[in-house]
């Protein structure tokens, strides 16, 4: 899928010189993360985890691990917030945990640039309009992730991704990718109040606090 329709060449070709100039440099933080993670988290090193992509094809995309596997006496997987370790909250912070998220893009999966890939359970809640998000390749950042991140409500966040589908361009690409350097740097957004990453999207009713790993 390394031209899918609605991902124009020129758009797959800087994702790829971006990326292949960009791992030459970070390369030894990506192996230093790496051995970080296996130490303070556990293997395996990488959290993977089955997504909607481009028409709602599903893939799995690759993150590092942020939480344990931590679990109560029932053999209940414990709450985010309690199993996420002070490594995972730097890497979350700094938005280093989607590193891996390249290796996405590599294949064709993703893109530098566009709407966050979700959960799968998320496709059934969605409405026609919402649906649309996924005539573009999803991004490891995008205009939503600029303009408020888990700390904005999901219709605002649905409305940003529909606004980028309708208006996306080069220069517009451009400048999310500057001003998501900008936002990493001053860790803006990263969670949403109460919760360890942004409550869960039960469909567009009023929301009730029910969460769940989204890593």
Known sequence: MLFPSGSPTSKRLIDLLVILFGLVIIAPLILLISVLVCIYNGRPILFRQ?????????????????????????????????????????????????????????????????????????????????????????GITGWAQI????????????????????????????KILFLTIWKVIKREGVTQTGYATTEYFTGNKEPDRATRNQN
């Open 50 to 138: 089955q997504r909607p992509g481009y028409k709602g094809v599903p893939f799995f995309i690759y993150k590092f691990r942020t939480m344990t596997d931590d679990r109560d006496s029932y053999g209940n997987l414990l709450p985010d917030a309690d199993r996420i370790t002070l490594l995972g909250r730097f890497l979350r912070a700094s938005s280093m945990d989607e590193l891996p998220e390249l290796l996405n893009v590599l294949r064709g999966e993703m893109s530098l640039v566009g709407p966050r890939p979700l959960l799968m359970e998320y496709l059934d809640l969605y409405s026609r309009e919402q649906m649309r998000r996924h005539d573009v390749l999803p």
């Open 147 to 174: 303009n408020g991140r888990n700390d904005i409500t999901w219709q605002e966040k649905f409305a940003l991704d529909l606004w980028y589908v309708d208006h996306r361009n080069f220069w517009l690409d451009i």
